[in-house]
């Protein structure tokens, strides 16, 4: 089956660095998003990795290891507007579709 | 504005009823898709078109039928309202195809069943 896990919650201090671990196990595996969830909202794309290694974007950076089916989201200079869901989705191709599984999220709370 | 939209935002109905939820894109994507996010926040696939055409159909209960007039516009009609049916349906498109192709979301239907 295809499975991706993600902490359920974390906290982090305005001006830190966190960072959310995702890992997965799927098959046809062709890259790896990140969105953001602000609550009542519609998730919003933050990055993309399809190779292993490190996407840096401003204050936000993803890292990929295909070999160990993990993935970071780093987030530096935490501000309070951080605060929001985050989603690791991988995509697969089956049956030469593609389609994106989510995991369930991580809620991230900035405090000040 | 370039974006997804969807109509209604929040939606409340009996159960047994049958409603439609409307999605529009004017990004130019040929690929669309539906969405269904539950309590849980689990976001989870129920259907894809591409150029109008079926390409993803996942377990969904025959009572959710999507209908694409056209590569702009999918809409998800729902007969036979269930308790189990409440939760926010997310519209989105994409470019189809291999590579880098991040899906839009639109602002997600909330559905409640009374």
């Known amino acids: 089956g295809q499975n991706i896990d993600q902490p359920t919650e974390m906290t982090a201090t305005e001006g830190a660095i966190v960072q959310i671990n995702c890992t997965y196990q799927t098959s046809g595996f062709n890259g790896l998003f990140w969105y953001q969830q602000h609550a009542g909202e519609a998730p919003t794309f933050l990055s993309y990795?399809?190779?292993?290694g490190l996407e840096e974007k401003g204050r936000f950076s993803s890292f990929l290891s295909r070999s160990k089916g993990y993935s970071y989201l780093l987030l530096k200079e935490l501000q309070m507007k951080d605060s929001a869901s985050y989603l690791c989705a991988v995509r697969v191709e089956e049956d030469s579709s593609y389609k994106l599984i989510f995991g369930s999220g991580t809620r991230l709370l900035v405090r000040p | 504005d370039t974006a997804v939209s969807q109509t209604p935002k929040y939606l409340v109905t009996q159960m047994g009823n049958d409603k439609s939820i409307k999605c529009e894109q004017n990004l130019g994507h040929d690929t669309m898709y539906w969405y269904k996010q539950d309590s849980k926040k689990f976001l989870k696939i129920m259907f894809s078109y591409n150029n109008k055409e079926l390409i993803i159909n996942e377990t969904v209960p025959n009572r959710f039928s999507p209908k694409s007039p056209d590569k702009a516009h999918l809409n998800l009609h729902i007969n036979s309202l269930e308790l189990g049916d409440s939760a926010v349906y997310f519209c989105?498109?994409?470019?189809?195809?291999?590579?880098?192709?991040?899906?839009?979301f639109g602002d997600g239907t909330r559905l409640s069943i009374l």
């Open positions: 989105a498109s994409s470019q189809g195809g291999r590579g880098f192709q991040p899906q839009h």
């Open positions: 990795n399809v190779l292993d």
